[in-house]
């Protein structure tokens, strides 16, 4: 590892302090030192990985030095964002197997963020890996204990964790402020012609078919299927897992949620029938019933539990997502119903709006220019914020703001909303009606 002079005026221009980063985490790995470089390789190349690794390039005392892809186009494209000298392979195992790499970002489709996040923990290098974090219920206890076993620090790429706006709305719905949290009403609606079949010329002789299909079942090489996985079983779960996670993890850490007791869910195709398997408009009502201690034990580390509060525990929360490709209404955003008042956030805003007849007065922090409910801000810089939020635990021996744990219960309520809708019943977990 080569020595890094400029970390530190990094760290004091990015948006969140050092201490907000890592603040009431437990440590988890062996740190780096302040001024050695991070040694990152990247595997499943893809836009959003790439994405990724443009912040990741952006970030001193960080260096991409490995990258890995099944397709020989995406794998010169992630090459081009990586050092001059950067390692290439189809094969992910050789870019673990590097002594020169300390670190990954998994970028590949849902049905591998398991088996390489193990495989990366195992090899003892620390993981960024994108949501979900799992692509069956029956992952989540392998991938917590490949973590913990290791000392790895994984993070899962549910940035809104890092992103300070929703860190002040956490803290403002913890105190009691809004009162009893009772209902939650999330949403991701655009209206883009995201099936349309078009032309993909794509040699199969350039892509690792076989190593893309991993665990799938085995089937012949298909363009669309290839490029349009998450719209397909065996390779993703659907907007319940692409899209919903990311609120449905806001809904959990900012109430300190146990996956949901019960989901039932329809969804209906308005514009990819005949292309997608998974539905391309849901909705998905879950049911939340909280603990003794009022705590998520599955993944708050014992610090960051909190004693019940007078303002926003009752014994069940409900909370309802509606998803579509048909129509933009309310965009992507979530909105906690409470007694008092109600805390409405997207990504790059909250705003509080007071029920009648309480002392609580409107009150909103802007950070992103826009129309509300968008994808994406300009601040904050999602990416940004939570890839700094990883590098710095690494470094100061500290949990990620979105550790496996969290990745594993978010995940959970998208797979029994998905169990709900394909089986066309109530699920209650463990047990369907």
Wanted: hydrophobic letters at 40%; proline letters at 5%.
């Amino acid at each position: 590892m080569t020595t890094h002079p400029s970390r530190r005026s990094f760290l004091q221009s990015s948006t969140l302090t050092t201490a907000a980063l890592t603040a009431g985490y437990t440590a988890t790995a062996a740190g780096f030192k302040a001024n050695e470089t991070l040694a990152v390789g990247c595997i499943g190349t893809g836009g959003r990985c790439r994405r990724l690794m443009q912040a990741l390039g952006k970030m001193p005392g960080v260096k991409i030095v490995a990258v890995a892809d099944v397709w020989d186009h995406h794998l010169g494209l992630g090459k081009k964002l990586a050092d001059a000298k950067a390692f290439a392979t189809k094969d992910y195992h050789a870019l673990l197997a590097r002594k020169d790499v300390d670190a990954v970002v998994v970028g590949t489709p849902d049905h591998w963020h398991v088996p390489v996040t193990v495989d990366a923990c195992a090899a003892g290098k620390h993981v960024y890996v994108e949501k979900p974090l799992t692509h069956a219920l029956s992952e989540g206890k392998r991938v917590v204990e490949a973590q913990n076993r290791h000392k790895r620090v994984v993070q899962v790429g549910m940035q809104q964790r890092s992103m300070p706006h929703l860190i002040k709305a956490r803290e403002i719905i913890q105190k009691g402020t809004i009162g009893k949290v009772i209902k939650v009403h999330c949403t991701w609606n655009r209206n883009v012609a995201r099936a349309r079949r078009g032309k993909l010329a794509i040699d199969p002789k350039t892509v690792d078919w076989t190593r893309f299909l991993g665990s799938a079942r085995k089937q012949p090489f298909d363009a669309y299927r290839f490029r349009n996985w998450r719209w397909f079983w065996d390779f993703g779960g659907g907007i319940f897992t692409d899209l919903m996670v990311h609120w449905i993890d806001v809904v959990h850490w900012c109430l300190d949620l146990e996956p949901p007791r019960v989901a039932t869910s329809i969804g209906d195709f308005f514009m990819a029938k005949g292309l997608w398997e998974t539905p391309d408009t849901v909705q998905t009502l879950l049911q939340y019933r909280r603990s003794e201690d009022g705590g998520r034990k599955s993944d708050a580390p014992t610090s960051d539990r909190r004693p019940p509060t007078s303002g926003f525990r009752p014994p069940t929360v409900e909370v309802y997502f509606e998803g579509t490709f048909s129509n933009a209404r309310n965009g992507a955003m979530t909105e906690f119903m409470g007694t008092d008042a109600t805390l409405y956030c997207d990504r790059g805003r909250y705003e509080i709006h007071p029920e009648r007849h309480r002392r609580i007065k409107y009150s909103e922090l802007v950070l992103g220019a826009g129309n509300r409910g968008l994808d994406f801000y300009n601040k904050p810089d999602g990416e940004t914020v939570h890839l700094a939020n990883w590098v710095e635990a690494i470094r100061a021996n500290k949990k990620p703001s979105a550790p496996a744990e969290a990745g594993v219960v978010a995940a959970a309520a998208a797979h029994l909303a998905n169990q709900a809708l394909r089986e066309g019943k109530v699920v209650r977990r463990g047990k369907t009606t």
